[in-house]
Protein backbone atom coordinates (compact mmCIF):
# COMPACT_ATOMS: atom_id res chain seq x y z
CA UNK A 1 0.00 0.00 0.00
CA UNK A 2 0.99 3.43 -1.27
CA UNK A 3 1.52 6.23 1.41
CA UNK A 4 -0.80 8.20 -0.18
CA UNK A 5 -3.62 4.75 0.28
CA UNK A 6 -2.58 5.05 3.56
CA UNK A 7 -3.14 9.20 4.13
CA UNK A 8 -6.46 8.55 2.25
CA UNK A 9 -7.87 5.19 4.43
CA UNK A 10 -6.77 7.47 7.89
CA UNK A 11 -9.26 9.98 6.33
CA UNK A 12 -11.99 7.54 6.22
CA UNK A 13 -11.44 5.92 9.21
CA UNK A 14 -11.23 9.13 11.32
CA UNK A 15 -14.36 10.04 9.68
CA UNK A 16 -15.90 6.74 11.01
CA UNK A 17 -14.87 7.34 14.54
CA UNK A 18 -16.11 11.04 13.67
CA UNK A 19 -19.89 9.62 12.71
CA UNK A 20 -19.78 7.03 15.39
CA UNK A 21 -18.73 9.74 18.10
CA UNK A 22 -21.50 11.96 17.24
CA UNK A 23 -24.41 10.07 16.84
CA UNK A 24 -23.28 7.74 20.50
CA UNK A 25 -23.18 11.79 22.20
CA UNK A 26 -26.34 12.42 20.11
CA UNK A 27 -28.24 9.68 18.89
CA UNK A 28 -30.71 11.08 15.70
CA UNK A 29 -28.06 13.73 14.73
CA UNK A 30 -27.86 12.53 11.23
CA UNK A 31 -31.73 11.59 10.59
CA UNK A 32 -32.19 15.34 11.83
CA UNK A 33 -29.41 16.73 9.11
CA UNK A 34 -31.06 15.08 6.31
CA UNK A 35 -34.18 17.11 6.72
CA UNK A 36 -32.98 20.43 6.20
CA UNK A 37 -30.35 23.32 7.22
CA UNK A 38 -30.67 26.53 8.66
CA UNK A 39 -27.75 28.22 9.12
CA UNK A 40 -27.62 31.82 11.04
CA UNK A 41 -23.76 32.85 9.67
CA UNK A 42 -22.49 32.72 6.13
CA UNK A 43 -18.56 32.73 6.97
CA UNK A 44 -16.70 33.84 3.49
CA UNK A 45 -13.32 32.92 4.47
CA UNK A 46 -9.57 32.23 3.07
CA UNK A 47 -9.44 28.94 2.35
CA UNK A 48 -6.29 28.67 3.98
CA UNK A 49 -6.40 24.88 6.20
CA UNK A 50 -5.39 26.56 9.26
CA UNK A 51 -8.74 28.21 9.13
CA UNK A 52 -11.49 25.25 9.55
CA UNK A 53 -14.50 27.91 10.42
CA UNK A 54 -16.55 25.09 12.25
CA UNK A 55 -13.74 24.56 14.02
CA UNK A 56 -12.80 27.89 15.00
CA UNK A 57 -16.26 28.87 16.02
CA UNK A 58 -16.73 25.35 17.96
CA UNK A 59 -20.02 24.96 15.62
CA UNK A 60 -22.15 22.31 15.11
CA UNK A 61 -22.57 20.80 11.21
CA UNK A 62 -25.52 23.24 10.16
CA UNK A 63 -24.70 26.26 11.94
CA UNK A 64 -22.70 28.11 9.43
CA UNK A 65 -23.24 27.90 5.67
CA UNK A 66 -19.28 28.66 4.25
CA UNK A 67 -17.86 30.29 1.13
CA UNK A 68 -13.65 29.89 0.94
CA UNK A 69 -11.29 31.28 -1.60
CA UNK A 70 -7.97 32.20 -1.65
CA UNK A 71 -7.17 35.56 0.17
CA UNK A 72 -11.17 35.60 1.41
CA UNK A 73 -12.16 37.91 -1.84
CA UNK A 74 -15.52 38.91 -2.67
CA UNK A 75 -15.29 40.37 -6.14
CA UNK A 76 -18.11 42.19 -7.49
CA UNK A 77 -17.58 40.45 -10.74
CA UNK A 78 -17.73 37.13 -9.34
CA UNK A 79 -20.75 34.58 -10.18
CA UNK A 80 -19.74 31.67 -7.47
CA UNK A 81 -18.98 34.26 -5.00
CA UNK A 82 -22.71 36.38 -5.53
CA UNK A 83 -24.64 33.21 -5.99
CA UNK A 84 -23.21 31.65 -2.95
CA UNK A 85 -24.41 35.49 -0.93
CA UNK A 86 -27.79 35.02 -2.67
CA UNK A 87 -28.85 31.68 -2.02
CA UNK A 88 -27.52 31.95 1.64
CA UNK A 89 -29.20 35.63 2.13
CA UNK A 90 -32.77 35.21 0.13
CA UNK A 91 -32.87 30.76 0.96
CA UNK A 92 -31.30 30.33 3.92
CA UNK A 93 -32.09 33.18 5.52
CA UNK A 94 -28.99 33.67 7.57
CA UNK A 95 -28.63 36.42 10.04
CA UNK A 96 -25.26 37.58 9.67
CA UNK A 97 -22.23 37.12 6.87
CA UNK A 98 -18.81 37.35 8.22
CA UNK A 99 -15.45 37.93 5.76
CA UNK A 100 -12.83 36.46 7.83
CA UNK A 101 -9.67 37.56 7.01
CA UNK A 102 -5.99 35.74 8.93
CA UNK A 103 -2.60 36.29 10.40
CA UNK A 104 0.23 34.89 7.78
CA UNK A 105 -2.60 34.62 5.08
CA UNK A 106 0.03 33.26 2.13
CA UNK A 107 -2.01 35.08 -0.57
CA UNK A 108 -2.15 38.64 1.22
CA UNK A 109 2.24 37.80 1.34
CA UNK A 110 2.15 37.23 -2.21
CA UNK A 111 0.04 40.76 -3.08
CA UNK A 112 1.93 42.40 -0.65
CA UNK A 113 5.51 41.45 -1.92
CA UNK A 114 4.21 42.35 -5.77
CA UNK A 115 2.85 45.58 -4.31
CA UNK A 116 6.76 46.13 -3.29
CA UNK A 117 8.37 45.31 -6.20
CA UNK A 118 5.85 46.38 -9.11
CA UNK A 119 5.53 49.68 -10.61
CA UNK A 120 1.96 49.31 -10.93
CA UNK A 121 0.03 50.17 -14.39
CA UNK A 122 -3.50 51.61 -14.67
CA UNK A 123 -4.44 48.71 -16.51
CA UNK A 124 -2.98 45.93 -18.36
CA UNK A 125 -0.99 43.29 -16.91
CA UNK A 126 0.24 42.86 -13.15
CA UNK A 127 1.88 39.90 -12.42
CA UNK A 128 1.73 38.75 -8.78
CA UNK A 129 3.44 35.83 -8.84
CA UNK A 130 6.24 36.07 -11.64
CA UNK A 131 6.80 32.51 -12.11
CA UNK A 132 3.30 32.20 -13.80
CA UNK A 133 1.71 33.72 -16.83
CA UNK A 134 -0.29 36.95 -16.94
CA UNK A 135 -3.64 34.66 -17.53
CA UNK A 136 -2.59 32.18 -15.21
CA UNK A 137 -6.01 31.86 -12.71
CA UNK A 138 -3.83 32.61 -9.45
CA UNK A 139 -2.74 36.09 -10.85
CA UNK A 140 -5.96 36.71 -11.99
CA UNK A 141 -7.29 36.28 -8.69
CA UNK A 142 -4.88 38.00 -6.47
CA UNK A 143 -4.44 40.81 -9.24
CA UNK A 144 -7.19 43.12 -7.02
CA UNK A 145 -5.72 42.31 -3.78
CA UNK A 146 -2.32 43.19 -5.18
CA UNK A 147 -3.57 46.45 -6.55
CA UNK A 148 -5.17 47.21 -2.92
CA UNK A 149 -1.95 46.39 -1.33
CA UNK A 150 -0.14 48.57 -3.78
CA UNK A 151 -2.77 51.93 -2.30
CA UNK A 152 -1.32 51.63 0.69
CA UNK A 153 1.84 53.53 1.17
CA UNK A 154 3.38 50.26 2.51
CA UNK A 155 6.80 50.17 0.34
CA UNK A 156 8.95 50.91 2.84
CA UNK A 157 7.14 48.96 5.81
CA UNK A 158 9.35 45.82 7.24
CA UNK A 159 6.38 43.07 5.99
CA UNK A 160 5.85 41.81 9.35
CA UNK A 161 4.34 45.22 10.05
CA UNK A 162 3.09 45.72 6.37
CA UNK A 163 1.00 42.18 6.58
CA UNK A 164 -1.72 42.71 8.77
CA UNK A 165 -2.30 45.86 7.18
CA UNK A 166 -2.85 44.53 3.73
CA UNK A 167 -4.98 41.41 6.10
CA UNK A 168 -7.05 43.70 7.76
CA UNK A 169 -7.74 46.24 4.66
CA UNK A 170 -8.54 43.45 2.28
CA UNK A 171 -11.60 42.35 5.00
CA UNK A 172 -12.93 45.78 5.14
CA UNK A 173 -13.03 45.81 1.14
CA UNK A 174 -14.38 42.65 0.52
CA UNK A 175 -17.29 43.84 3.40
CA UNK A 176 -17.87 47.30 1.11
CA UNK A 177 -18.21 45.17 -2.10
CA UNK A 178 -20.55 42.67 -0.38
CA UNK A 179 -22.78 45.83 0.90
CA UNK A 180 -22.90 47.13 -2.60
CA UNK A 181 -24.32 43.70 -3.72
CA UNK A 182 -27.76 43.85 -5.05
CA UNK A 183 -28.73 40.90 -2.44
CA UNK A 184 -27.78 42.87 0.24
CA UNK A 185 -29.70 46.16 -1.02
CA UNK A 186 -32.90 44.36 -1.66
CA UNK A 187 -32.96 42.34 1.78
CA UNK A 188 -32.33 46.30 3.76
CA UNK A 189 -34.67 47.48 1.81
CA UNK A 190 -37.20 44.77 2.22
CA UNK A 191 -39.95 44.56 4.98
CA UNK A 192 -39.02 41.11 6.06
CA UNK A 193 -36.41 39.18 8.25
CA UNK A 194 -33.68 39.83 5.27
CA UNK A 195 -33.85 43.45 6.51
CA UNK A 196 -32.08 42.21 9.39
CA UNK A 197 -29.29 41.25 8.04
CA UNK A 198 -25.83 42.27 8.59
CA UNK A 199 -22.08 41.89 7.17
CA UNK A 200 -18.89 41.96 9.87
CA UNK A 201 -15.34 42.15 8.78
CA UNK A 202 -12.98 39.92 11.03
CA UNK A 203 -9.62 38.82 11.57
CA UNK A 204 -8.01 35.24 12.76
CA UNK A 205 -4.71 34.90 14.49
CA UNK A 206 -2.97 32.01 13.84
CA UNK A 207 -1.04 32.61 17.14
CA UNK A 208 -3.90 32.75 19.72
CA UNK A 209 -6.78 30.71 17.93
CA UNK A 210 -8.87 34.03 18.66
CA UNK A 211 -10.87 36.25 16.31
CA UNK A 212 -11.16 39.74 15.87
CA UNK A 213 -13.72 42.37 15.34
CA UNK A 214 -12.91 45.00 13.17
CA UNK A 215 -15.82 46.83 13.39
CA UNK A 216 -17.02 47.62 10.28
CA UNK A 217 -20.41 46.06 10.41
CA UNK A 218 -22.88 47.17 8.53
CA UNK A 219 -26.55 46.54 7.91
CA UNK A 220 -29.82 48.26 6.86
CA UNK A 221 -29.06 51.92 8.25
CA UNK A 222 -25.82 51.64 7.35
CA UNK A 223 -25.21 50.94 4.01
CA UNK A 224 -22.99 51.91 1.30
Known amino acids: MSDLDTLLNGLFTAN ?5 DVEAAEPGFFQESVKGQAPHTLWIGCADSRVPESVVLGARPGDVFVHRNIANQFPLDDVNSKAVLEYAVNFLGVQHVVVVGHTECGGATACLAAAK ?7 GQLLTIPTLPYEAPLNQWLEPLT ?7 LSTTPMEEALPVVVEENVKLQVENLSKTTTLANAWASNDNRRNVRVHGWVYNLNTGLLKDLQVTKGASTRV
Not at 16 to 20: L, P
Not at 147 to 153: M, P, S, V
Open 16 to 20: AQWAK
Open 117 to 123: RTTFPEH
Open 147 to 153: RLAGTLD
